[in-house]
């Protein structure tokens, strides 16, 4: 158990490091496979850290590591028809994925210690290129096929260490930055965890790809996988386009009901309106005569004061005299 933890580092960080286009993190893993049998010491980690038991019909999901202790052995069901079982002593992730049965399917592992047998489904058939594991020293690619990868770490004495593909059915490429080769049925390919050579394909399988208790089993997985697999992939497409167009007559409900939402509201509100426009109408002519009469009085008002004023000059004003302008009447006949 000890180096589960140890190894869960390594894994979660390879994990992070592999994947291609990885969700939002407010968006939901993908589901990428759901698990049909578990045996022995088998830990799943998530994204966070968690760790978990799985039992049969758990879903394991795109972003979490797997676990594998001397007795371990996981078996999924992957979501495009294909299947995967995780062998004893393996530390592993699915790196990304996501099947929805188009072009934009992938399948990327991340494999650090250990081996896994693999059925591909639909995305090595029809999307080969977005299927790989990856491992420390190679990416390996497929053809339509039955496969295990196995990795042997640094120090061990199972053999050399490196990345190994061993060939049931179909084909597989397996590449590094100094070369690649194709591996074929029967075959192993190796690339070394040392050195600049190109990877290569041994003379022999070595012996160390050993069958498990349940080999005889999924031995015939391949033919019953490559029997459903369109079928299944059929499937997908329908549901989800089912899904679609419901997601998209919610949508279209959504919008009618918001829209005939605004209009009682907008019912609702149009009488208030109403009120308080003919209320502002009703303050502004009162403003307005109040306006009216004030201007009235303050113009009675200026009237009767210059009336005023005129009589008060009238009074100040020197009265005249006659006759001491045009003197005594007939004052100049008598001197004479």
Not at 51 to 75: F, K, P, Q, S
Not at 248 to 257: F, G, T
Not at 309 to 334: D, F, I, L, S, V
Request: glycine share 10%.
């Amino acid at each position: 158990m000890r180096c589960l933890i140890l190894g869960l580092g390594l894994l979660l960080a390879s994990s992070a490091a592999s994947a291609q286009n990885p969700q939002p993190a407010a968006a939901p893993p993908n589901p990428a496979g759901k698990v049909e049998l578990v045996e022995g010491e088998v830990t799943v980690f998530d994204k966070a850290k968690k760790a978990r038991r799985v039992a049969v019909g758990d879903v394991v999901h795109e972003g979490e590591g797997i676990v594998t202790g001397r007795d371990g052995e996981l078996h999924l069901d992957m979501e495009d028809g294909g299947f995967i079982a995780v062998r004893p002593n393996t530390r592993m992730s699915i790196a990304a994925y996501r099947a929805e049965g188009d072009d934009k399917d992938k399948s990327v592992f991340s494999l650090l210690e250990g081996t896994f047998r693999s059925v591909t489904g639909w995305i090595g058939k029809f999307n080969p290129r977005s299927y790989q594991v990856r491992t420390p020293t190679a990416t390996i690619g497929v053809r339509g096929t039955d496969h295990e990868p196995l990795v042997i770490p640094q120090n061990s004495r199972e053999g050399e260490p490196g990345s190994y593909d061993k060939v049931n059915v179909g084909a597989t490429s397996l590449q590094t930055r100094h070369g690649s080769v194709e591996v074929k049925p029967n075959q192993a390919g190796f690339a070394p965890l040392r050195g600049q050579p190109r990877p290569r394909v041994l003379a022999q399988v070595p012996a160390f790809f050993k069958a498990t208790r349940h080999e005889a089993a999924i031995a015939n997985r391949h033919e019953a996988v490559r029997k459903v697999i369109e079928q299944r992939r059929d499937e997908r497409r329908k549901l989800l386009q089912d899904k679609k167009v419901q997601l998209d007559k919610q949508k279209v409900e959504r919008q009618k009901a918001l829209q005939e939402r605004r209009r009682d509201q907008d019912a609702q509100r149009r009488p208030q309106h109403e009120e308080r426009r003919k209320e502002w109408q009703e303050n502004r002519q009162k403003r307005l005569q109040e306006r009216d009469r004030q201007g009235g009085a303050e113009g009675r008002s200026r009237h009767f004061e210059d009336r005023r004023a005129q009589r008060m000059q009238e009074r100040e004003r020197p009265q005249r005299h006659p006759e001491r302008e045009h003197g005594p009447r007939g004052g100049g006949r008598g001197r004479d």
